[in-house]
């Protein structure tokens, strides 16, 4: 899904997380009913907990639009809007350098490195569409971000976290399908009472844009969140 089909509002977004983004639910009940139209009636077709992390669209009016994947779905539905928190509502972690190759995002208390790479196709597996070369569908056996039907030129090589002196390294498998780095776009969040830093970006060549946010925990990777945001 996307926010937008015109070019210079794509560009927008993709430079100032204009307004799809992350969000997590956080409701008194403990959990918020997920629904298939923006009213309340007969309409709840799920149930999230508190914490679980959307994809949010812009609002209309009191509800949300949303997507999230859960139970090896890919869904959508609607949420009445103060039953979220946008990551980006948490405290910043500044942007201190970026360049072509990392970023790095701190505070005294938090470090953050992200290095890329380039792409050697000859070290990858590719699968087309319908045997058409052109098209690009899989790498390594699997689905990816980052290109539309592309052989990708850039790749996230490492992501590392210092959070008070604990270094935390990201396991490839939370990085290995996702391509095209935007590294200036890397932007991170921290909520000190839950202990949870969410660490998010918007990466692209262009077509193939995706918004991607990391989950670290009480000083663990837990898990992310991948969506087609532009």
């Not at 210092?162 to 935007?182: C, H, N, Q, S």
Request: charged content about 25%; aromatic content about 14%; proline content about 4%.
């Amino acid at each position: 899904m996307s926010c937008s089909s015109a070019i210079g509002f794509v560009f927008l977004l993709w430079t100032t997380f204009g307004f799809c983004q992350f969000g997590i639910v956080n409701d008194p009940d403990g959990f918020c009913n997920v629904r298939s139209e923006a009213k309340f009636g007969k309409n709840i077709t799920d149930k999230l907990a508190n914490g679980f992390v959307v994809y949010v669209f812009e609002p209309k009016q009191n509800w949300s639009n949303i997507d999230y994947y859960k139970e090896g779905k890919d869904k959508n539905g609607f949420i009445y809007k103060d039953r979220i928190r946008l990551v980006s509502d948490f405290p910043q972690i500044p942007l201190k350098t970026s360049n072509s190759e990392n970023a790095i995002l701190e505070t005294d208390k938090i470090s953050i490195e992200l290095i890329q790479t380039r792409f050697i196709p000859k070290n990858h597996k590719f699968g087309y569409f319908q045997n058409n070369n052109a098209i690009v569908t899989e790498i390594d056996g699997a689905k990816f971000f980052g290109t539309d039907g592309n052989i990708p030129k850039r790749e996230y090589q490492s992501i590392k976290i210092t959070i008070d002196g604990k270094p935390i390294e990201l396991p490839k498998t939370a990085f290995r399908d996702l391509y095209e780095p935007t590294l200036h776009n890397t932007r991170a969040n921290y909520d000190e009472t839950n202990d949870i830093l969410y660490v998010h970006s918007s990466n692209s060549d262009g077509a193939g844009g995706y918004d991607v946010v990391w989950i670290v925990e009480k000083g663990e990777y837990k898990t992310r969140s991948v969506e087609y945001g532009f």
